[in-house]
């Protein structure tokens, strides 16, 4: 059974900083293209960061551009949201998602649907 396991969420302040981890290790990880989402209370789920196959090539969501980076090791299939300068509308439940892309170039959909594989989750709170 495939897991996708998230870590190293947090309650911080505001400008505060956390590297989240995405380890999936029964997956052929360089395979699958790996996004991080994330959940608000009464808000939809949302698109933070995407990576690419091969090249890591990466895509970000306006409101984190700049500030998170999303990274990949595919030696130890797993994947990394470093989230620097932290604000109050950060908080939520950070999910990571896999899908298969067979392009190393190509880059997913930032609507959370087609994503094969899903980890649980982990919360993040950000305070002033």
């Known amino acids: 059974q495939v897991q996708l396991v998230e870590s190293g969420g947090g309650s911080v302040q505001v400008g505060d900083s956390l590297r989240l981890s995405c380890v999936a290790p029964t997956l052929t990880f360089n395979n699958y293209v790996i996004s991080w989402f994330r959940q608000s209370p009464g808000k939809e789920r949302e698109f933070v960061a995407s990576?690419?196959?091969?090249?890591?090539?990466?895509k970000y969501a306006a409101s984190v551009e700049g500030r998170f980076t999303i990274s990949r090791d595919n030696s130890k299939n797993t994947a990394y949201l470093q989230m620097n300068n932290l604000k109050s509308e950060d908080t939520g439940v950070y999910s990571c998602?896999?899908?298969?892309?067979?392009?190393?170039?190509?880059?997913?959909?930032?609507?959370?649907?087609?994503?094969?594989?899903w980890g649980q989750g982990t919360q993040v709170t950000v305070s002033s």
């Open positions: 998602a896999a899908v298969f892309m067979s392009s190393l170039r190509a880059s997913p959909s930032r609507e959370p649907v087609g994503y094969r594989y």
């Open positions: 990576i690419t196959r091969g090249f890591d090539i990466t």
